[in-house]
Each structure stands twice: as C-alpha cells, then as structure tokens.
C-alpha cells in the first residue's frame, strides 16, 4: 500500500548522483508488475519513482479461447506481431514450448517487446526503428506463399495495424487476449500526487484511466507521453504534453526529462 511514510523512507534510501532529474519526484502510471526496470533507471539518475499504476492487466471476456485456438494452428502463420510486453507474457503463458515458434517470423514493436521476447529465448525478425504501429508498417514484407498473420494484442487495439496488413494482402488474426482497466486507487495516491513534480503516461490506457480515477486537477506541472499516439490521447483528453520522448522507451524518456531540465 502507498504511503507518506514508505515515499519518504524511499527518499532517504537514493543516493543521489549529480544529474538533472537528482530529487526529481516522477510518477509512473504503467502496471504494477512492469514499473520495477523503469523505477531502477530512475534512481540511478538521481530521481524519485513514486509508482501509481493506473492500469491493471486482465483476461480477456473469452478467458482465453481464442488465443488458444490460435495456438493449436500455428502452422497456419508466416508471421505473428506482437505489440507490447504485457502481450508476449500472455501468449507465452498459453503456448506451453517456445519450439512451437521456430518455423513462424517473429516481429515485435518496441524495445520492450523485444526483451520481453528475449526472456522466452524467442529471436525477433523485425523490429521497427519507430517503436509504433505505423513504424512497423513501414517496412513489413509483402505476403509470400503463406499469407496469414496473427496479432495477439491488447482487446480495443488501434485498428491501422490490421487494416493497414489487409491492404497489403494478409490475412490478419486480430485476437484480443488481455484487457487493461483501471486499478482501485490506493491509499495515499493523491497526498503523493500532490507531492510529485512529473507523470509520464506510457499508453492511452494509463491517460483516461488516471483521469478516471483522480481527475485532471491531480496532474503534476510536467506531463511526459511516451510518444505520438500517448500524445494524441493526452491533447483529445483536454490538456497537454510537456514533453514526448525522444523514443517510445524507457530511454527515450529519460533522455527527453534530462534534456528538459538541463535547460531549467
């Protein structure tokens, strides 16, 4: 549980180094299970991670049986997509033997995905440089023999990926096989809030559902978007980025906060 407490004990646990984000109170909005890697790349630059997860990761509404029915027909993909970290683990927990992939193209976007692909001992075929949907688009192959992709991905997915794929001649599985939605607040997420100097949203899904569950009046004075579509999601929500990463990545935050400050 948050608290005041624990947040200052954390303080005094940093040993602070002599950069730009030294004493900064940044807050993270992503899932839970996936702010640990973020909250040590902070403390290493000298900021304070304050960790207020505003989506938690769920099963689908069909508990599973597409994803698994996907599984059984594997042979049926030239390529499959995957789009997040959050996406790897939930097709892997249901794959039961990476051997499965071997003859099947693998293509991942983002850095993350990538290491999270990398973890399972899966090698990845194609990574786009821009770690978005279009990105990927830009250099996908046109189909060959085989000609159907799978894209296992969060449910309520943007829809220019599998339409884009279609166009181009491949038939695209587009199964849902989690679901984010809003946590419960924790105790103590305001008072912490109230405290932080920066928040960066890493989806859209981390945008509404902070708005949701605190409302715009809680947003610290610098906003952080991960990249264009976060961005879009913040600007349509009614207020604005201060700042999008340089790359849609943990790096590519840091960088753009550090950037940020240097010149404050």
């Known amino acids: 549980m948050l608290s005041l407490e624990r947040f200052l004990g954390t303080m005094k646990s940093i040993k602070y180094s002599k950069k730009n984000l030294e004493g900064k109170k940044i807050v993270l909005t992503r899932a839970s299970h996936q702010a640990e890697e973020f909250s040590e790349e902070l ?66 976007i983002g850095a993350g995905t990538q290491r999270k692909l990398a973890q399972f001992q899966v090698s990845v075929d194609l990574v786009p440089e821009n770690y978005v949907a279009e990105g990927l688009l830009n250099i996908f192959p046109e189909p060959r023999t085989e000609n159907r992709v799978l894209l296992p991905r969060a449910s309520k997915g943007r829809s220019i990926l599998p339409d884009s794929l279609t166009k181009l001649g491949w038939v695209v599985d587009d199964i849902p096989i989690y679901r984010t939605v809003a946590p419960e607040a924790e105790e103590g997420s305001i008072q912490l809030l109230d405290l932080a ?8 899904s981390t945008v509404k559902n902070f708005l949701t569950m605190f409302g715009q009046q809680y947003l610290p004075q610098v906003v952080v978007s991960i990249g264009p579509v976060t961005s879009k999601t913040i600007i349509e929500s ?27």
Not at 56 to 84: H, M
Request: hydrophobic share 40%; net charge negative; glycine share 6%.
């Open 197 to 204: 100097d920066v928040i960066v949203f890493t989806s859209s």
């Open 43 to 108: 403390k290493k630059c000298g900021a304070i991670p304050i960790e207020i997860p505003t989506i938690k990761i769920v099963p689908p509404l069909d508990e599973g049986e597409k994803l698994r029915a996907a599984i059984s027909r594997l042979n049926d993909y030239e390529w499959i997509i995957f789009t997040s970290a959050n996406g790897v683990d939930q097709f892997m927990s249901s794959l039961h033997g990476i051997e499965k992939l071997e003859e099947i193209r693998i293509a991942a």
């Open 238 to 264: 009614g207020f604005k980025p201060t700042l999008e990463a340089s790359s849609s990545s943990i790096q590519g935050i840091i960088e753009s906060l550090t950037s940020y400050y240097s010149n404050k």
